[in-house]
T-cell receptor, first 114, second 117 residues
Framework: EAQVTQNPRYLITVTGKKLTVTCSQN?????MSWYRQDPGLGLRQIYY?????VTDKGDVPEGYKVSRKEKRNFPLILESPSPNQTSLYFC??????WGTGELFFGEGSRLTVL | AQSVTQLDSQVPVFEEAPVELRCNYS??????LFWYVQYPNQGLQLLLK??????LVESINGFEAEFNKSQTSFHLRKPSVHISDTAEYFC???????????????FGAGTRLAVHP
C-alpha cells in the first residue's frame, strides 16, 4: 500500500529537549516536504527536498532542521523545541515538485511543547 | 506571489442540502488549482484539481469545482451532502509556470464543513 508514515503520532515534550519526527514514504517519490498546521493559518511549509541531499527552506523554517540522506526518509529535527512549535505536523511526498502532481500526506504528528 | 483566500472558516449544513465552499486566489501568472480534504485525525487527501482544459472538474464522490479566471475563483460545490462529508477542506494553488525548478503549493486557511442530520 502506498503511504507516507510519520512517527510519533503524538508527543508531549518540554522546552529545550531535542526531538526528531520521522517520515518515510514507499512510493519512490523525489519530492518531500514538511508542513505545520495551525488553526486559522492552514498549512505552512517548513522545509522541502527535491531529492537526496537537496533541501531548502519553506516559509517557516526557524527552529527546525531536516536531512535527506535516503530517498525514502525525510526526518524533521527540533534541536531546542519551544512552546510556539506546538502544532500539528504533516509530512508529504510527490512524484515531482512541479506543482501539478498530487501530494501524499502522512497522518500527522501532534506535538505539544511545555 | 500567489495567495489563496477561503472565505468561510466554518460551514454548517443539513444532510442532503447543497453546499458551496468558496475559494479565491491571486496571482500574476497562470495557476494550477486544487482542493484537498482532511477527515478527522487524518492527513490531507487530494479531492480534485484543475490544470488545464475544461474549467469544470469533478471528484469521484460527487464534488465539483469550477475555475473562473475572470473572478479568480475555484469554488467547491456538492448538490447533496452526506454526514460522511464532514471534514476540513483546503483550497491550494501553485504556479503554472516553472519557477526555479520548483513550484510551491500554497494552501488556504481551510473551511470546516459540518453536516448535521
Amino acid at each position: 500500500e502506498a503511504q507516507v508514515t510519520q512517527n510519533p503520532r503524538y508527543l508531549i515534550t518540554v522546552t529545550g529537549k531535542k526531538l526528531t519526527v520521522t517520515c518515510s514514504q514507499n512510493m519512490n517519490h523525489e519530492y518531500m516536504s514538511w508542513y505545520r498546521q495551525d488553526p486559522g493559518l492552514g498549512l505552512r511549509q517548513i522545509y522541502y527536498s527535491m531529492n537526496v541531499e537537496v533541501t531548502d527552506k519553506g516559509d517557516v523554517p526557524e527552529g527546525y532542521k531536516v536531512s535527506r540522506k535516503e530517498k525514502r526518509n525525510f526526518p524533521l529535527i527540533l534541536e531546542s523545541p519551544s512552546p510556539n512549535q506546538t502544532s500539528l505536523y504533516f509530512c508529504a511526498s510527490s512524484r515531482q515538485g512541479w506543482g501539478t502532481g498530487e501530494l501524499f500526506f502522512g497522518e500527522g504528528s501532534r506535538l505539544t511543547v511545555l | 506571489a500567489q495567495s489563496v483566500t477561503q472565505l468561510d472558516s466554518q460551514v454548517p449544513v443539513f444532510e442532503e442540502a447543497p453546499v458551496e465552499l468558496r475559494c479565491n486566489y491571486s496571482s500574476s501568472v497562470s495557476v494550477y488549482l486544487f482542493w484537498y480534504v482532511q477527515y478527522p485525525n487524518q492527513g490531507l487527501q487530494l479531492l480534485l484539481k484543475y490544470l488545464s482544459g475544461s474549467t469544470l472538474v469533478e471528484s469521484i464522490n460527487g464534488f465539483e469545482a469550477e475555475f473562473n479566471k475572470s473572478q479568480t475563483s475555484f469554488h467547491l460545490r456538492k448538490p447533496s451532502v452526506h454526514i460522511s462529508d464532514t471534514a476540513e477542506y483546503f483550497c491550494a494553488v501553485s504556479l503554472a509556470v516553472l519557477s526555479g525548478g520548483y513550484n510551491k503549493l500554497i494552501f488556504g486557511a481551510g473551511t470546516r464543513l459540518a453536516v448535521h442530520p
